[in-house]
């Protein structure tokens, strides 16, 4: 039982292109939608975050698009650089459960 | 300040031997959490903690035991060891007067043959 289903599975990008990375959800007690990033031999570290109320956020060259409605949320990188090759989560906090539930994860691969 | 410690960070077991596997950490986080991490599965929970003394079942919970008791300490102990449960193994932790954001540690590869 997938809760949280994230796509594509692989993404390759251009250096300077623009990588999204697109997740939904089915429980609507998610109170908290998370991406985290990891790196090969490491463990996963927080990105950005969104709560519900909020349609978009911001950080950087990093934004989470949020659409409740649709019950769908998205990461987009600006200018993606090699540095950001690595895999992406995006996850779905239940307060209710108290635990994060994650996607599948998405290999990404920004080419110099 | 370390964070959150895993150890091992390999381990190879025969199939039918048991291990555990410690995770620390020195944040004085409440939750603990321990995931397994299979390609093209994510990660899915095993079992997590809210505080010392409290276990509780997560997603994939059979094969699997867990203990706290102590608040930095969080054991995964594996009784009887199965080539199913190849995987590598993330600790978490989390704060709950800081949001909803996870600490991981650097894992455990573990391989049963």
């Known amino acids: 039982q997938q809760q949280v289903k994230q796509s594509p599975q692989s993404l390759i990008v251009q250096k300077g292109g623009i990588s999204i990375i697109n997740c939904a959800y089915e429980?609507?007690?998610?109170?908290?939608f998370p991406w985290y990033q990891q790196f090969p031999g490491k463990g996963p570290a927080l990105l950005i975050a969104?709560?519900?109320?909020?349609s978009e956020k911001k950080e950087g060259r990093f934004t989470i698009s949020f659409n409740k409605s649709a019950k769908q949320f998205s990461l987009h990188i600006m200018d993606s650089q090699p540095g950001d090759s690595a895999t992406y989560f995006c996850?779905?906090?239940?307060?209710?459960?108290?635990?994060?539930?994650f996607g599948s994860g998405t290999q990404l691969t920004v080419l110099p | 300040n370390a964070g959150v410690t895993q150890t091992p960070k390999f381990r190879v077991l025969k199939t039918g031997q048991s291990m555990t596997l410690l995770c620390a950490q020195d944040?004085?986080?409440?939750?603990m959490y321990w995931y397994r991490q299979d390609p093209g599965m994510g990660l899915r929970l095993i079992h997590y903690?809210?505080?010392?003394?409290?276990?509780a079942k997560g997603e994939v919970p059979d094969g699997y035991n867990v203990s706290r008791l102590k608040k930095q300490n969080f054991l995964l102990g594996l009784e009887s060891a199965a080539p199913s449960q190849t995987s590598v193994y993330f600790c978490?932790?989390?704060?709950?007067?800081?949001?909803?954001?996870?600490?991981f540690g650097s894992g455990t590869r573990l391989t049963v043959v």
């Open positions: 978490a932790s989390r704060s709950t007067r800081q949001g909803y954001g996870y600490t």
């Open positions: 429980n609507t007690a998610f109170d908290y």
């Open positions: 969104i709560r519900p109320d909020v």
């Open positions: 996850a779905a906090h239940s307060g209710s459960a108290r635990q994060l539930t």
């Open positions: 944040m004085n986080h409440e939750y």
């Open positions: 903690s809210v505080g010392e003394g409290t276990t």
